[in-house]
């Protein structure tokens, strides 16, 4: 028997960021909890926090701080009591929390590739030299840069709403999301195009959603526990030590993903320099439980190769 389950008189409070997608994931959450105890939706209550990455966006976020941007109002609120869990996307979670807080649960991953999205065109190949191309993730703009020099990347920052108007003002020609927002949007009316991982590797746990909790909240944790999808949990944890052992943020091109195959883990992992110039990665194997282990194992190798000047530019 769960230990005082959430009612509508006392419900379980949600914390999430406003964004149409933030949203998405709360309420998923929610309706996951909702069906794994039986109980009515009012008995959770969604609380929408204003973070300084949603109200400062006429910078990149580089300039006013990295991953944190999007959590710290939020982890804020969990500590002081204001809210029980918080729901973020994972790609956008800093590697350690503060202190009290521990992430240890995961919603089941959706699909991991970026999105190639244009009004007219369906790849990058069909970019003509020069073409303007709006991100605003370092790691996408390396990555493009490494493949075409030519490019003329701009800042692009917004929801998804935002990114297909600057689209449709001719800001950019083409630009470029997640495909696991914009499934969890239902929003197949974007013209976009998966691309390959094998084309485009991916941020560090995009696609996931992690759930935060205070770290002696007992009912919390029962019910978390629930709804925990294991290996996302074994996937990420590789791309986490990985990205945590490359001293990962907002500030490093940096792309990574682990896939299971029977009872291994195999992991890819790439760092670049912000204006694409070279581009160093690696692709190891091992046995699932050995995942944190190769993920440091493989950052501390591609920081010997890429040696003392790589990271000059941080």
Known sequence: MMHRPPTPSNPLKIGTRGSPLALAQANETLNRLARAFDLPCEAFQIVVIKTTGDVVQDRPLKEIGGKG??????????????????????????????????LDTYLPREDVRDAFVSTDKSALTELAEGAVVGTSSLRRKAQLLNRRPDLNVVEFRGNVQTRLKKLSQGVAECTFLAMAGLNRLGRSDVPATPIAVTDMLPAVAQGAIGIERRSFDIRTAEMLEAIHDGETGQRLAAERAFLAALDGSCETPIAGLAVLQGGNLHLRGEVLRPDGSEAINDARSCVIADGPDLGRAMAEDLLARAGAGFFDWR
């Open 69 to 102: 941007l999007f959590t710290k109002e939020i982890e804020e609120d969990l500590l002081a009591g204001r809210i029980d869990i918080a729901v973020h996307s994972m790609k956008d979670m800093p590697v350690d929390q503060p202190a009290g807080l521990l």
